[in-house]
């Protein structure tokens, strides 16, 4: 951002020197200048786009609260399906993963900010400390420049693979010590009113996906054969029409999420 502001400047003062200058060669190199920073601005504009949108919602909403939700799915694949834990809260089938969570060094940053806990879930032991919170507009885009630096905060998607599938034991635990993963990209959905919050929203979630070792694989593969309310493979078409089939009543509902992972 202080690159955007810096090219923007310079063409500015080249623009405006143009109005004072009277020689045609002068006039001449200050407008092959204010070209040159075109560039480089146009550019700059371009990949900061997420974070001056975010900067204008600061701004339009600065007097609103908006609910934020930052979390990690995994993508978990085999032979074309999709690997989908029943939800804990909600009936539903999902990804696994979760909101990420604030370390409690974050808090003092919190108060400033005067960041509330969300009433949507209920704060209990598992999801006190949430990266589900209502955050004053006005610190809208410092909340989420926060995030992006990673300090005070989870990063690591260990904690929700290993209680999602490992304290569940529908993986076993002496194959997965450890996983590898893979970043894969970050889904955003945009700033919107919700409904169901009742509030303007931020949804924001990081996919990973598991590169599971050969013994991870067929410990993967062995679930398969299990008929669990707990988990279930499920198809991509499957997952993007929530669980339901054509022509038949719907047994089961797939969160919205998991369309996220494919």
Same mark, same amino acid.
């Given at each position: 951002?202080?690159?955007?502001?810096?090219?923007?400047?310079?063409?500015?003062?080249?623009?405006?020197?143009?109005?004072?200058?009277?020689?045609?060669?002068?006039?001449?190199?200050?407008?092959? +200048?204010?070209?040159?920073?075109?560039?480089?601005?146009?550019?700059?504009?371009?990949?900061?786009?997420?974070?001056?949108?975010?900067?204008?919602?600061?701004?339009?909403?600065?007097?609103?609260?908006?609910?934020?939700?930052?979390?990690?799915?995994?993508?978990?694949?085999?032979?074309?399906?999709?690997?989908?834990?029943?939800?804990?809260? +909600?009936?539903?089938?999902?990804?696994?993963?979760?909101?990420?969570?604030?370390?409690?060094?974050?808090?003092?940053?919190?108060?400033?900010?005067?960041?509330?806990?969300?009433?949507?879930?209920?704060?209990?032991?598992?999801?006190?400390?949430?990266?589900?919170?209502?955050?004053?507009?006005?610190?809208?885009?410092?909340?989420?420049?926060?995030?992006?630096?990673?300090?005070?905060?989870?990063?690591?998607?260990?904690?929700?693979?290993?209680?999602?599938?490992?304290?569940?034991?529908?993986?076993?635990?002496?194959?997965?010590?450890?996983?590898?993963?893979?970043?894969?990209?970050?889904?955003?959905?945009?700033?919107?009113?919700?409904?169901?919050?009742?509030?303007?929203?931020?949804?924001?979630?990081? +996919?990973?996906?598991?590169?599971?070792?050969?013994?991870?694989?067929?410990?993967?593969?062995?679930?398969?054969?299990?008929?669990?309310?707990?988990?279930?493979?499920?198809?991509?078409?499957?997952?993007?029409?929530?669980?339901?089939?054509?022509?038949?009543?719907?047994?089961?509902?797939?969160?919205?999420?998991?369309?996220?992972?494919?």
């Amino acid at each position: 951002m202080q690159r955007l502001v810096f090219y923007l400047v310079l063409i500015l003062a080249a623009l405006i020197a143009v109005f004072f200058v009277k020689d045609a060669i002068l006039v001449g190199l200050i407008g092959g +200048i204010a070209t040159g920073f075109a560039v480089p601005f146009v550019d700059t504009v371009w990949n900061n786009l997420t974070n001056l949108r975010l900067l204008y919602a600061s701004i339009r909403y600065r007097n609103a609260t908006i609910r934020v939700s930052f979390s990690y799915l995994f993508r978990i694949e085999d032979e074309g399906k999709l690997l989908l834990v029943h939800g804990r809260r +909600i009936d539903q089938f999902q990804p696994v993963g979760g909101v990420y969570k604030a370390n409690a060094s974050a808090s003092g940053r919190f108060r400033e900010w005067g960041v509330q806990s969300d009433d949507l879930i209920p704060i209990d032991k598992a999801s006190t400390r949430d990266i589900r919170l209502r955050v004053p507009g006005r610190h809208l885009y410092a909340f989420v420049r926060w995030f992006e630096s990673g300090k005070d905060r989870e990063t690591s998607p260990w904690r929700e693979f290993y209680e999602e599938l490992l304290a569940t034991k529908i993986l076993p635990s002496s194959e997965f010590p450890y996983i590898h993963h893979n970043f894969v990209r970050q889904e955003v959905r945009p700033l919107r009113y919700s409904d169901h919050a009742q509030s303007l929203e931020l949804l924001v979630a990081d +996919i990973y996906e598991l590169e599971p070792t050969d013994a991870q694989l067929t410990a993967l593969r062995e679930t398969k054969t299990t008929n669990s309310p707990d988990f279930r493979w499920s198809t991509p078409p499957e997952i993007r029409r929530r669980g339901a089939t054509p022509g038949q009543h719907q047994k089961f509902q797939i969160s919205e999420t998991a369309n996220w992972t494919l």
